[in-house]
Nanobody, 123 residues
Framework: QVQLVESGGGLVQAGGSLRLSCAAS????????VGWFRQAPGEEREFVAA????????SVADSMKGRFTISRDNAKNTVHLQMNSLKPEDTAVYYC????????????????WGQGTQVTVSS
C-alpha cells in the first residue's frame, strides 16, 4: 500500500497557474506509475495525466495537452502536476493515484488514492 498526500490546490483566476504535488510514503516509489484525476461536482472522475515509473513516459488528456505537464522526482517520492492557462472548467477536486506497473488512463486500475485537493478557477 502507498499513502498519497496532495497539496498545492487553491483559488486562481482564469489564465493563471497552479502546481500540484503528490507526496508518496513508500520505499518502492519507482515501482509505481502515478496518475492525476479530477472530479467536478455532479461529474464522473476524469483522467488528467499519468507518468511512468521512472518518468520517461507521460500521458495527458487531450483537453489539457499544452496546458498541463506531469513530472516526478523519485528521489523525493513526489509527483508534480503543473497547470497553466487555467480555465473555469478546470475547477474540480484533483486526486493523485498510484498503481504498480505500467501507467494507465483508467481510474479503476489504480488502487492507491490520495484525499484530493480542491482547485477553483474563477472567471
Amino acid at each position: 500500500q502507498v499513502q498519497l498526500v496532495e497539496s498545492g490546490g487553491g483559488l486562481v483566476q482564469a489564465g493563471g497557474s497552479l502546481r500540484l504535488s503528490c507526496a508518496a510514503s513508500t520505499r518502492t516509489f519507482s515501482t509505481y506509475a502515478v496518475g492525476w484525476f479530477r472530479q467536478a461536482p455532479g461529474e464522473e472522475r476524469e483522467f488528467v495525466a499519468a507518468v511512468s515509473r521512472f518518468g520517461s513516459s507521460t500521458s495527458v488528456a487531450d483537453s489539457m495537452k499544452g496546458r498541463f505537464t506531469i513530472s516526478r522526482d523519485n528521489a523525493k517520492n513526489t509527483v508534480h502536476l503543473q497547470m497553466n492557462s487555467l480555465k473555469p472548467e478546470d475547477t474540480a477536486v484533483y486526486y493523485c493515484a498510484a498503481k504498480w506497473g505500467l501507467r494507465s488512463r483508467a481510474a479503476n486500475e489504480y488502487d492507491n488514492w490520495g484525499q484530493g485537493t480542491q482547485v477553483t478557477v474563477s472567471s
